[in-house]
């Protein structure tokens, strides 16, 4: 059974720099494709950044350049370091898994995972 627990958020001003973690049990950087996931009041879930088994990554076009997804070498812990942080960032951020490889193309999307942790929040004041 796969497990995921997201740490890592809180509130920051703008400009500053966050990085989130999820501690996956059941899954390794061999057997599960990860994902970043994001969503604000009133909005509907959004993938942020995607990493495939075989390494490929993806990002939203709005956090580009700013924030990073990696995981570490045991492959048990993603994270997503988040710079130049803006208040349109502000949301719950979910750390998603899915076994096996996930195209690129679908890396950010919702449907495409089956594991969900239950979030981590992060509030950006301007």
């Known amino acids: 059974q796969v497990q995921l627990v997201e740490s890592g958020g809180g509130s920051v001003q703008a400009g500053g720099s966050l990085r989130l973690s999820c501690a996956a049990s059941?899954?390794?950087?061999?057997?599960?494709?990860m994902g970043w996931f994001r969503q604000a009041p009133g909005k509907e879930r959004e993938g942020v950044a995607g990493?495939?088994?075989?390494?490929?990554?993806r990002y939203a076009d709005s956090v580009k350049g700013r924030f990073i997804i990696s995981r570490d070498n045991a492959g048990n812990t993603l994270y997503l370091q988040m710079n130049s942080l803006k208040p349109e960032d502000s949301a719950l951020y979910y750390c998603?898994?899915?076994?096996?490889?996930?195209?690129?193309?679908?890396?950010?999307?919702?449907?495409?995972?089956?594991?969900w942790g239950k979030g981590t929040q992060v509030t950006v004041s301007s």
């Open positions: 998603a898994a899915g076994r096996g490889l996930i195209s690129s193309s679908r890396l950010l999307e919702t449907s495409a995972y089956e594991y």
């Open positions: 059941g899954c390794t950087y061999n057997s599960c494709s």
């Open positions: 990493r495939s088994t075989n390494t490929l990554l």
